[in-house]
């Protein structure tokens, strides 16, 4: 899976995109994900991504050429399956999105800043406006970066245990995990259920379905 992210802020993208499984993901060459300045594809002495909007307002709105230039070049080396645009008016990301998006094989994330981006880039490359929550954030970046995590701990051999994601409470039926422990067995009085202990794994597969869907139930009360 390769993942072309375009930015005007790169900056809060590079680091987070360094660590973890992230990172090992892409070291394993599973994924590929390519962090895309904005601001190299503007013109001028200030190379200016941003502008104020036609009519007024507030805010400050992406420009068109930058964006277009950056997505052209992109659109001509291969196919995309989605080109995405990050905003908090786009139909919301849940398991079942992130799981067909994590089919891709090459996909564009489109983050926005400021007011917004300038709407005949999506009316000319947007394949979907995705939301990460009914909430506003100041940039798409940290969406995108939700995004990425969501899709890339999906692709096959990213995750140590392939059985991970798959057995994850939002991919089962009774959409809770059981709550989970580590050593040691007691600490500071608190001890570890002893169905956990004895190794049966019969009884803790039981055990584990009914503390999730206790969860469930204390949740949606
Ligand atoms: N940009 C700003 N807020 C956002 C949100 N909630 N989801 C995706 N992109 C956004």
Not at 6 to 18: F, N, T
């Amino acid at each position: 899976m390769r993942i072309d992210v375009i930015s005007a802020v790169p900056k809060i993208l590079r680091s987070p995109l360094r660590e973890s499984i992230i990172k090992r993901a892409q070291a394993k060459k599973l994924v590929r994900i390519y962090v895309h300045d904005l601001r190299k594809y503007a013109e001028g002495k200030y190379r200016q991504v941003d502008d104020k909007p036609f009519g007024g307002g507030g805010g400050m709105v992406l420009k068109p050429e930058p964006m277009f230039k950056c997505i052209e070049k992109l659109l001509s080396k291969r196919k995309y399956d989605e080109v995405i645009y990050l905003t908090p008016q786009g139909v919301k990301l849940n398991q079942r999105k992130a799981n067909k998006l994590s089919l891709s094989e090459n996909i564009i994330l489109i983050c926005g800043h400021y007011k917004g981006v300038d709407q005949r880039v999506i009316d000319k490359f947007v394949t979907m406006e995705l939301s990460i929550g009914d909430y506003v954030l100041t940039g798409g970046e940290t969406a995108a970066l939700v995004v990425i995590d969501a899709l890339i701990r999906l692709v096959p051999g990213v995750l140590g245990n392939s059985e991970s994601a798959l057995s994850d409470s939002f991919q089962t039926e009774s959409k809770f995990d059981a709550p989970v422990y580590t050593r040691p067995a007691e600490f500071e009085g608190m001890k570890v259920p002893d169905v956990l202990l004895k190794g049966n794994h019969k009884e803790i597969k039981e055990w584990r379905h009914k503390q999730g869907l206790k969860k469930y139930r204390k949740v949606k009360k």
